[in-house]
């Protein structure tokens, strides 16, 4: 499976935007981006994915560089609720593969601060 | 709230032991994960169930099994319970075996004495 490489961790004033950044040089042409996060105490939660495009939902947005070697997750306006572990994860579009297979990082340990 | 349910939230057992996790994937999910997460190892997918078959496999110790039944609520059997088994297992759930969100249940606590 291709890797990521995330920061250990980052810090946020609240209010201020995030970006998470995350290489992936190896990534296969076919290869998703996903972003779960961890709040603690509670299992991981989806936060976005993407191809080659730039997405944007409700909670994150998601830049893709356009050779797809690294990714960066705007959270737009950090809020103390958003502390958790981000994980940068590439899902693999290989024929047989397992779509819940993804492995997960070491991620990003996000602080924000009041 | 994910919709996913796993019980127990904590469980103590004694090496040597045998447990059984349980979880009820959202409502019309077909699709049941399991993962183990512990600090020297991470979040580790262990198995994956489609519609009640075995679909895929990660790093799945042989002492551990899991199986989905026809309701589609899904077990984690651990068995010979080791200290290093002690961790927080996760259950998820997806409606197919495309690609979908995957939705994680708040996980059952095990600590193996």
């Known amino acids: 499976d291709a890797k990521t490489t995330q920061p250990n961790s980052m810090e946020s004033n609240e209010e201020e935007p995030v970006h998470l950044p995350c290489n992936h040089s190896?990534?296969?042409?076919?290869?998703?981006i996903h972003w779960y996060r961890q709040l603690p105490s509670q299992g991981p939660e989806y936060v976005i994915h993407?191809?080659?495009s730039n997405v944007n939902n409700r909670m994150a947005s998601l830049a893709i560089a356009e050779d797809r070697k690294s990714s960066t997750l705007i959270l737009h306006r950090a809020t103390l609720r958003d502390a958790a572990v981000y994980y940068c994860?590439?899902?693999?579009?290989?024929?047989?593969?397992?779509?819940?297979?993804?492995?997960f990082g070491q991620g990003t340990i996000l602080t924000v601060h009041p | 709230d994910s919709g996913v349910t796993q019980t127990p939230k904590h469980l103590i057992t004694a090496t040597g032991q045998r447990v059984t996790l349980r979880c009820s994937p959202r409502?019309?999910?077909?699709?049941v994960y399991w993962y183990q997460q512990s600090l020297d190892q991470g979040l580790q997918f262990l198995i994956q169930?489609?519609?009640?078959?075995?679909?895929a496999k990660g790093n799945i110790l042989e002492r551990f099994s899991a199986q989905q039944f026809p309701d589609l609520h899904s077990e984690l059997n651990l068995s010979s319970l080791e200290l290093g088994d002690s961790a927080l297992y996760f259950c998820?759930?997806?409606?197919?075996?495309?690609?979908?969100?995957?939705?994680f249940g708040e996980g059952s606590w095990l600590t193996v004495v």
């Open positions: 998820a759930s997806s409606p197919g075996d495309s690609r979908n969100t995957i939705y």
């Open positions: 190896t990534i296969s042409g076919t290869d998703y």
């Open positions: 993407g191809l080659t």
């Open positions: 994860i590439l899902e693999s579009n290989a024929g047989g593969t397992s779509y819940g297979k993804l492995t």
């Open positions: 409502s019309g999910d077909l699709s």
């Open positions: 169930y489609y519609n009640g078959e075995e679909r």
